[in-house]
């Protein structure tokens, strides 16, 4: 096992994730401490260790141990549209609920609450984008 790889790998895929040392401890049951001498090569983590800490991150033990080929693309706030985004689900709720028929109250209730959904989660990505959460 290359030490340096898997040490770069750990705190890559730990920023790339947005998580601090604490966080990744938090999830994976490992110590912060042990988090941060993995990145800074001075200690190496068993299978064991790796197995939680690809888990945490969704990852592969394959993921920490070789050379990351393509470096993936974090999506940032500011490369959000969030005027588009909204208008796509605002066409889906009105497409998704208008081509139903509410032909009894328990259809119009289920139509509905498909809406009131839709819009729960425009709410939630605007307040994303707006860097309300």
């Known amino acids: 096992m290359n030490l340096e790889r898997v040490s ?5 895929y730990r920023e ?6 604490k966080d990744l401890a938090h999830y994976s049951g490992l110590h ?3 988090i941060s001498k993995y990145e ?3 200690m190496q983590p068993g299978l064991e260790q790796l197995q939680k800490l690809a888990e ?5 033990v394959t993921d920490l141990l070789l050379e990351r080929k393509i470096k993936p693309k974090k999506i940032h706030r500011s490369m ?3 005027n588009r985004v909204n208008n796509y ?3 889906y709720a009105l497409s998704s609920t208008a081509s139903m028929p509410a032909n009894t109250e328990h259809e119009r209730h289920d139509r509905q609450l498909k809406y009131d959904t839709i819009h729960e989660v425009m709410n ?3 307040d994303f984008i707006q860097g309300r959460q």
Request: no cysteine; charged share 25%; glycine share 6%.
């Open 8 to 12: 770069e790998n750990i705190k890559y």
């Open 56 to 60: 945490a991150m969704n990852l592969t």
């Open 16 to 21: 790339y994730h947005g998580l601090s040392q």
């Open 32 to 34: 912060y401490v042990t």
């Open 80 to 82: 959000i549209d969030g």
């Open 40 to 42: 800074n090569k001075k």
């Open 124 to 126: 939630i990505i605007e």
């Open 89 to 91: 689900l605002e066409q």
